[in-house]
């Protein structure tokens, strides 16, 4: 899990960067990038355990279609991680109870 | 409710090449998709397309996307993102979600360009943060610019299985091995060369038998097949591993195709259960055409060729386009999409188009 800084082929552009909040603790975040995508690169793959079993789970599809990546967004549960973009502040944190 | 001449469902190749063709001939077009950027699945693919210069052969996926994006916009062809279609009704209206508001709007013809959606697989330990799509990968490091995990094992030797493991190592990650359950690689030879020349073992006849991990991903288990795809006992071996691609396969996104009662059919070689349609795109509902992945899971060529067809034959249908122009246009694609569908991969799917025109 880690950041994408040289490659032979994309033109990675540095994005201005700020702080936002996953279970209370402040990470590194890009601008534009989503929240999946944040969380991963710090390192953070499981977002919420599931209600029968506690099972972990994360992203599956990648592209909002599966729901697997939900997470709690600014209060709100159960929002795609995958195709939410982060903005400063952002408060996110992971699901015990789905 | 805003009127339209022509609807496309669905801005990926297929999509803006049917919007390009419509709009040519000066239909008044409103093109939507559900993403943010369209483009479809072109704007992740980072290698050079091959085939001929109406299909940007040398060009990279992505500047692909962009040209076509810009050639729509050129037009004047009317362009919503972020706008997710979940209805589609008798009186040819549809309806769609954007940014939580509802938009309605009709059309004299629908385009329905929905692309593929990716298969999963299902075995113990499938849920475990770490496995995933082959196409959520390449979705993270090609456009997210993030590495989901250090070592993978790939599941399926086909294109997008190959493709994609060959921008792991572009990105810098280790693919540790590639699974293909059948006796011989699916994938075109170029991409399975790119693979073995990087030193990644194409295991045929393995597959996955389970994920291990506490919290996420830690190891995998692969065991050997027989010929009838039944795992051999005491073949099992353990691959460490922080990262499974599931590359088995697309299957057409066919709601709103099933919704307006377009009628179905099954073909083993086009992804399963899509709509019929004939040689023009038309699907068995008058005002309802195709194209791309939903006519048949193909690539992205042949999708813009079928766009194209579609874009063209709505153009007809409306009247804005002369029958012996139609004619005549319509034969420079077909001839295109022919020596696509050509040599040992395109005949299969050559064969299967063909028993779909003439499936009614």
């Known amino acids: 899990m880690s950041r994408i800084f040289n490659h032979p082929v994309l033109e990675i552009q540095s994005r201005q960067s700020f702080e936002i ?11 534009g990038e989503t929240v999946a995508a944040t969380l991963l690169a710090n390192g953070i793959r499981a ?52 | 409710m805003q009127e339209y001449d022509v609807i496309i469902v669905g801005a990926g190749p297929a999509g803006l090449g049917a919007s390009i063709e419509a709009r040519k001939f000066g239909a008044r077009v409103l093109l939507l998709d559900e993403n943010g950027r369209p483009g479809g699945q072109l704007y992740k693919q980072i290698h050079k397309f091959f085939g001929s210069s109406d299909h940007y052969a040398g060009i990279r996926g992505f500047k692909i996307g962009e040209v076509l994006l810009q050639t729509a916009k050129d ?37 329905l360009a929905t692309g593929a959606s990716e298969n999963a697989l299902g075995f113990p330990g499938c849920t475990l943060p770490g496995v995933m799509t082959a196409g959520a990968v390449q979705t993270l490091v090609n456009v997210q610019h993030v ?73 995998v288990e692969i065991v050997r097949l027989d010929e009838c795809f039944n795992a051999i006992a005491n073949t099992e071996e353990t691959i460490e591993c922080d990262g499974l691609c599931l590359a088995v ?46 006519a048949g899971i193909e690539e992205a060529s042949t999708a813009l060729d079928e766009g194209r067809l579609a874009g063209l034959r709505a153009a007809n249908k409306i009247g804005l386009c002369a029958s012996n122009t139609y004619i005549e246009q319509k034969s420079v694609i077909i001839n295109r999409l022919v020596s696509l569908r050509d040599g040992p991969f395109g005949e299969r799917r050559r064969f299967a188009k063909a028993s779909i025109w003439r499936n009614l």
């Open chain 1, 21 to 31: 909040y996953v279970d209370g603790i402040s990470v590194i975040a890009y601008e």
């Open chain 1, 47 to 98: 977002f919420r355990r599931t209600r029968k079993f506690n099972e972990p789970r994360g992203v599956f599809c990648g592209i909002g279609h599966c729901a697997d990546c939900i997470i709690e967004v600014d209060s709100i549960p159960n929002v795609r991680a995958c195709i939410t973009i982060v903005h400063p502040g952002m408060i996110v944190n992971t699901q015990k109870n789905n």
């Open chain 2, 75 to 111: 037009l004047g062809v009317e362009l919503q993102l972020n706008t997710k279609v979940w209805g589609i009704f008798p009186d040819l209206s549809i309806t769609a979600v954007y940014c939580g508001k509802s938009l309605r709007c009709r059309a004299k013809i629908i385009i």
């Open chain 2, 147 to 219: 590495l989901p995990a250090e070592n993978y094992v790939m599941i399926g030797s086909g294109n997008v299985g190959l493709i994609v493991s060959y921008q792991l190592l572009q990105a810098g990650a280790n693919v540790k091995a590639v699974l293909e359950a059948s006796s011989s690689i699916s994938g075109y030879g170029v991409h399975a060369s790119k693979i073995k020349r990087a030193g990644i073992p194409i295991r045929l006849r393995y597959t996955v038998k389970r994920a291990i991990g506490r919290n996420s991903l830690e190891a």
């Open chain 2, 249 to 294: 396969g697309l299957s057409p996104r066919i709601d709103l195709a099933v919704l307006s009662k377009c009628k179905m059919l099954y073909s083993t070689f086009l992804g399963g259960v899509l709509p019929w349609h004939n040689e023009d795109m038309e699907t068995s509902h008058p005002n309802i055409l195709i194209a791309g992945d939903l």
